[in-house]
């Protein structure tokens, strides 16, 4: 069995913000363009179900996959910020789907937990334990965002994007993965329990999100006996343009292959793979089929690196 993604989908909230928004607590559309490649960013009101999204996601994706809903018996919804403590987000998406009886769970990996979510689905369509399997990165992080701490508000936007896995027996490429944590380092980005912020250390975050992407992608390429000219499209974490482009860098893919939406989406952490793949389909940057590279950071700290094909 050779698990690839066979279809593709997202959906953002419509409300959109631009940088000039953010005058009010010191910063500019210069700066933030200058750091982070950011323009603008979509925010879920207050009232708003980021499940509505993750099914609008879910639906485009099970379209493209030729997949009816009703056969699925496996869904995994990557969030921080679930509509509830409990139960997750997963077991709405399945039932409003019309897939009650599917296993549905929330995956928390921070903004790595998509690239841990495609790991996990690999594993059961490998196993023979899933032909088909839905994997969702759904986040708004405006809900532990502290409106007022210019240092965080400006990087981060909400919405939720979707794939479907399914055996491929033509794949372009069998899929590896690489994941890893280290939590001596939870300090540089968190929110705790009974602030309910985000509080980051930005600085050191980005030196260890272009070195965490870049090893763990060095060595996914090197168990798969793959160089960067292998791979077709690489989309990492749209944290900041200045560190995709930096980790694109240190492993060697030249920027017409390394794919960039962080400046109308921001950072919406475990949903922005999908959101960006979505966004790669549109603009025409995914052919037919290919080998897909992705790395993905947060939190934790937490990362991971993949190849699969599409
Ligand atoms: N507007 C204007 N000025 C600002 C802003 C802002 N939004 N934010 C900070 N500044 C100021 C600081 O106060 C500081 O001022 P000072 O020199 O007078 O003290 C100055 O800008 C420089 O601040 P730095 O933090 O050193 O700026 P840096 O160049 O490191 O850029 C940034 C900050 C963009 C946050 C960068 O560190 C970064 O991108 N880090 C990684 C962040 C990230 O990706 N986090 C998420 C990863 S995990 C996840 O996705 C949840």
Request: proline content about 5%.
């Given at each position: 069995?050779t ?5 593709i989908g ?7 913000v631009?940088?000039?928004?953010f005058?009010a607590i ?5 700066w933030?363009?200058k750091r982070?490649?950011i323009?603008e960013?979509?925010f879920l009101p207050?009232?708003g ?5 993750a099914?609008t996601a879910a ?5 493209q996959a030729?997949?009816?809903?009703a056969?699925l018996?496996?869904?995994v919804v ?6 509830r ?12 789907l019309?897939?009650?009886q599917?296993?549905a769970f ?7 937990g998509?690239?841990?979510?495609l790991?996990?689905a690999?594993?059961?369509i490998?196993s023979?334990?899933a ?7 759904a ?5 532990i965002?502290?409106a007022?701490?210019?240092s ?9 994007g979707a794939v479907v896995?399914?055996?491929?027996p033509?794949?372009?490429v069998?899929p590896a993965?690489?994941l890893a ?5 939870i300090?540089?980005l ?6 309910r ?8 975050i980005?030196v260890?999100?272009?070195d965490k992407m ?5 060595r996914?390429?090197?168990?798969s ?7 077709d499209l690489?989309?990492a974490?749209?944290?900041?343009a ?5 980790v694109?860098k240190e492993?060697?893919?030249p920027?017409?292959?390394l794919f960039?939406?962080?400046d109308?989406?921001?950072n919406?952490s475990?949903?922005s793979?999908p959101?960006a793949l979505a966004h ?7 052919g037919?089929?290919g080998?897909?590279?992705?790395a ?5 700290i937490?990362?991971?690196a ?5």
């Amino acid at each position: 069995m050779t698990a690839a993604i066979t279809g593709i989908g997202a959906a953002l909230p419509e409300h959109t913000v631009p940088n000039s928004y953010f005058e009010a607590i010191g910063s500019s559309d210069e700066w933030i363009v200058k750091r982070t490649g950011i323009r603008e960013r979509r925010f879920l009101p207050e009232d708003g179900r980021l499940a509505d999204l993750a099914v609008t996601a879910a639906r485009t994706a099970l379209r493209q996959a030729g997949r009816d809903a009703a056969d699925l018996r496996h869904i995994v919804v990557a969030t921080t910020t679930p509509d509830r403590t409990t139960p997750g987000l997963a077991v709405e998406v399945a039932a409003r789907l019309g897939t009650p009886q599917a296993a549905a769970f929330d995956l928390h990996a921070a903004c790595a937990g998509f690239v841990y979510a495609l790991d996990h689905a690999t594993a059961l369509i490998e196993s023979g334990r899933a032909e088909a399997v839905l994997v969702c990165g759904a986040e708004a992080l405006t809900r532990i965002t502290d409106a007022a701490d210019r240092s965080t508000a400006v990087l981060l936007g909400d919405g939720a994007g979707a794939v479907v896995l399914t055996d491929l027996p033509d794949a372009p490429v069998a899929p590896a993965f690489h994941l890893a944590s280290d939590g001596e380092h939870i300090g540089l980005l968190f929110a705790d329990r009974h602030e309910r912020k985000l509080r980051m250390d930005g600085p050191e975050i980005f030196v260890h999100a272009v070195d965490k992407m870049s090893d763990a992608t060095r060595r996914v390429l090197e168990r798969s006996e793959l160089t960067c000219d292998d791979v077709d499209l690489f989309v990492a974490h749209q944290a900041n343009a200045r560190i995709v482009k930096a980790v694109g860098k240190e492993i060697g893919v030249p920027p017409e292959r390394l794919f960039l939406n962080v400046d109308r989406v921001a950072n919406t952490s475990s949903a922005s793979i999908p959101i960006a793949l979505a966004h790669a389909q549109e603009d025409g940057r995914l052919g037919p089929s290919g080998v897909l590279g992705v790395a993905a950071f947060g939190a934790g700290i937490t990362w991971g690196a993949g190849v699969l094909g599409w």
